[in-house]
């Protein structure tokens, strides 16, 4: 336990040199749980080139994202928590009117100002309804890919079925053009394209590639889990047949990391590229576009606050940073700056993200983050924030997705293949050894797998857990209790005063955003059966957010009483104190606990 605890620390290897303006190739999985790669996982679901990229690199070890895609990607790109541009809560839908407002910059735009060439291959997913929301209009010089949530793996077709007619129609562009002529399974013409991007790229040019995968999402639109057909032999030992399909898209998207790598490598740009491989939100193991994914141990599924949706994946890897495991925490909105630092630019804008390139390449060892809001979400009704080891979760919950999922599918028919001739065989493995000269020590490997195992603390058989209600939250130190099953509300008033207000205060900050309607309008059919934008930028919202609901907590009388009892000069110097952290919002916080029953 203590060792567990205890920050993990190689030998430095390599010193970390000057990196000046590296390449920048960010791969985006989507939905992959944190159980659903092998350097977290079991020897059940291999992903030898993720792993060795991690055994090589950065392993952000407390990684935290929004509960789900739009929210997550939203703040990738902005450096801004999801509430604070309406994006929070539940994923855009195909025919919804919603995107980033237009004012806000994104990561491209940035990048490009500093002289990259921007390119994004694959999902968008942040908003499509008007030509401003589109990736051309918000920083990438190209883009190949889809614009929406989902699509079928291999008509690139998105459905709607939230309307009175099902509304279904292509969702695949080269740059704004709809591809017609293609028919293979999406993982493969999306690596190819990322290859071809690398392979035409003049590299006296910084060069920013973000490959933002479907895989291991649904489909969604005819058929769930539709995995390449070649990709089921590698899995052939997975007892659950589902699981099983899942494996495939996952060991088809490891493939492609090692494709990407090697064509850096084919290029010379390898040794100064910056490759961070992350997924999106934890995976839905269970309930809505289920795929069979695992976030176990954590408990909880996407689109809840619960560790299982929110801590995820996270590599960086450079050839000149040396490897280790940051314990600290790090959360999606730190790319914006962290990215922009790295290509030697700095963020003047005000937003929520830290700047943590030196942790990663290992200067600094304070931890630059001490909080995060975890996920907020008006319409849902529930809140999250960690702050330091704690974490806070309010809301009025159901029943349902409130456990930990996946151990279910962990079985094998028979012996599986043996990870470390798997890891010594894999693409990024003969790249690195080929190019850099870089050996995997495979001890080393199975010690750092090894220090972040979470299944060795998991006990199982957890019984009443804490699941909120509008009168009673729940609190757990996650450093002890990562599995958040032993509650410390009732035990930790002062916490809980101190982090509900905090959460109050971001609650009556958040920038409301409309219930999911489809707007009518969208229709592909009325455009050649394309999902084209179907407004225009000044066009009028049929939608308007509704008003701010109550914050999902019912105030104590204690703690009407503590305020009460505070003198009025106490109360002002704690109140200039929460000013001083939080600025003008807690005075909407304070007024706000005031009004509410
Ligand atoms: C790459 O760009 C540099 C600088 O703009 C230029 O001098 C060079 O000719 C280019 N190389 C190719 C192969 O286009
Ligand atoms: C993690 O620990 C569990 C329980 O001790 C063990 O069964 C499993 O094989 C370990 N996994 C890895 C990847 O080391
Ligand atoms: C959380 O648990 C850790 C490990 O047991 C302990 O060191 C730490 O003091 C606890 N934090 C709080 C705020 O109670």
Not at 312 to 340: E, M, N, Q
Request: net charge negative; charged share 20%; hydrophobic share 40%.
């Amino acid at each position: 336990m203590l060792f567990f605890l205890n920050c993990f620390s190689l030998p430095l290897i390599i010193a970390s040199a000057e990196i000046y303006k590296p390449h920048i190739v960010f791969i985006v999985a989507d939905d992959l749980g944190w159980d659903d790669v092998s350097f977290h996982g079991s020897d059940q679901l291999l992903t030898p080139n993720i792993d060795t990229l991690m055994y090589h690199g950065v392993c952000l070890n407390q990684y935290y994202t929004d509960a789900e895609g739009t929210p997550s990607r939203s703040a990738m790109f902005t450096g801004k928590y999801a509430m604070r541009l309406g994006a929070q809560g539940i994923s855009i839908k195909a025919s919804e009117d919603r995107g980033i407002p237009p004012t806000e910059r994104l990561l491209p735009d940035y990048l490009r100002e500093l002289g990259y060439s921007t390119n994004l291959v694959g999902k968008w997913g942040i908003g499509k309804s008007r030509p401003h929301y589109l990736p051309s209009n918000r920083g990438f010089d190209t883009f190949y890919g889809f614009l929406g949530d989902a699509v079928d793996y291999f008509t690139y077709n998105a459905i709607d079925k939230s309307n009175a007619a099902t509304f279904y129609g292509l969702d695949f562009f080269d740059d704004m053009e709809p591809v017609e002529n293609e028919n293979r399974h999406l993982t493969t013409i999306l690596t190819e394209k990322a290859v071809k991007v690398i392979r035409e790229h003049n590299a006296s040019t910084p060069l920013y590639l973000h490959l933002s995968h479907a895989a291991p999402h649904i489909g969604g639109a005819l058929a769930d889990l539709q995995p390449p057909l070649d990709s089921l032999k590698d899995n052939e030992y997975i007892a659950h047949p589902l699981r099983r399909l899942f494996a495939g898209l996952v060991t088809s998207m490891d493939k492609s990391v090692g494709n990407v790598v090697a064509a850096l490598a084919e290029r010379d740009m390898l040794q100064n590229t910056l490759i961070i491989f992350v997924s999106d939100n934890g995976a839905p193991t269970v309930g809505a576009s289920k795929n069979y994914g695992s976030n176990f141990p954590f408990r909880g599924v996407k689109s809840t606050p619960w560790e299982g949706a929110v801590r995820s994946v996270a590599v960086a890897w450079h050839a000149s940073i040396p490897p280790r495991i940051h314990k600290g925490l790090f959360h999606v909105t730190d790319w914006l700056p962290t990215l922009v630092s790295a290509a030697g630019g700095r963020v003047k804008d005000k937003i929520d993200g830290v700047n943590q390139w030196d942790i990663i390449l290992n200067k600094d060892e304070i931890p630059q983050r001490n909080d995060i809001l975890i996920s907020i979400d008006e319409l849902r009704g529930w809140a999250a924030l960690r702050d330091g080891d704690m974490k806070i979760i309010v809301g009025d919950f159901g029943q349902n997705y409130n456990g930990h999922y996946g151990l279910n599918l962990k079985q094998v028919k028979h012996n599986t293949p043996f990870y470390e001739d798997v890891l010594l065989d894999s693409e990024i493995g003969h790249v690195f050894k080929e190019t850099l000269g870089l050996f995997l020590d495979i001890n080393l490997a199975y010690v750092k797998r090894s220090d972040i195992n979470l299944t060795q603390l998991y006990e199982g058989s957890y019984k009443d857990i804490c699941t909120p209600t509008k009168a009673k939250g729940c609190l757990f130190n996650i450093s002890a209790d990562p599995f958040e099953v032993r509650d410390l509300w009732n035990s930790s008033p002062e916490i809980v005063k101190h982090l509900s207000l905090r959460l109050r205060s971001f609650w009556a900050d958040l920038q409301p955003r409309s219930q999911p309607i489809s707007d009518l309008r969208a229709n592909p059919a009325k455009r050649g059966y394309v999902w084209l934008p179907w407004l225009e930028n000044n066009a009028q919202s049929v939608v308007q957010a509704p008003p701010l609901p109550a914050f999902p907590l019912k105030v104590t009388s204690d703690e009407v009483q503590h305020l009460v009892n505070l003198n009025i000069d106490d109360f002002r110097t704690k109140v200039n104190k929460y000013i001083s952290i939080m600025g003008e919002s807690i005075r909407l916080s304070v007024e706000s606990l005031f009004s509410l029953h």
